[in-house]
């Protein structure tokens, strides 16, 4: 196998953390506009599970 060139393996790199960065902040946004906390803690069900 021949060594790939360094640009393209630091350019790699990159847009690898980047990628993972937009999933979070993905994710932050879909949780808050959801409002997921609210409502899973009105569930008697899961406050009895000890999840909550």
């Known amino acids: 196998m021949s060594?790939?060139?360094?640009r393209w393996?630091?350019?790699k790199?990159?847009?690898t953390v980047l990628f993972?960065?937009?999933v979070i902040v993905l994710l932050v946004?879909?949780?808050q506009?959801?409002?997921l906390a609210?409502?899973?803690e009105g569930d008697p069900r899961?406050?009895?599970a000890g999840l909550v």
């Open 13 to 15: 790199r990159v847009l």
């Open 46 to 48: 899961l406050r009895s």
């Open 38 to 40: 609210g409502r899973v």
């Open 29 to 31: 946004i879909y949780a």
């Open 3 to 6: 060594k790939s060139h360094p």
């Open 9 to 11: 393996r630091m350019a």
């Open 33 to 35: 506009k959801s409002r």
């Open 20 to 22: 993972f960065i937009a």
